[in-house]
């Protein structure tokens, strides 16, 4: 029984050990992968419009919170 449970911690401990190696190998060949094919992937392209970047949010994020109290009481809006 006692050799049983060595066995199985030790399957247990490999396979985590070979699943980070292999997580690893991974990150570091994207990121061969997005160094090399960098001037494929424009920065710009992901950003939000300047506009809706600079602004203030303070009446969104007032009016997330009321439709969540409302949410939370049972409420309809």
Do not use: C, W
Not at 38 to 54: G, I, M, V
Not at 62 to 75: F, P
């Amino acid at each position: 029984m006692i050799l049983e449970g060595l066995r199985l911690m030790a399957v247990g401990m490999f396979t985590v050990f070979a699943f980070l190696t292999l997580l690893v190998g991974v990150m570091k060949a994207s990121a061969i992968f997005f160094e090399r094919f960098a001037d494929h992937f424009p920065e710009d392209a992901s950003k939000e419009p300047a506009a809706r970047r600079s602004g203030n949010n303070d009446g969104e994020v007032a009016l997330a919170l009321v439709v969540a109290e409302a949410y939370r009481r049972g409420q309809r809006i």
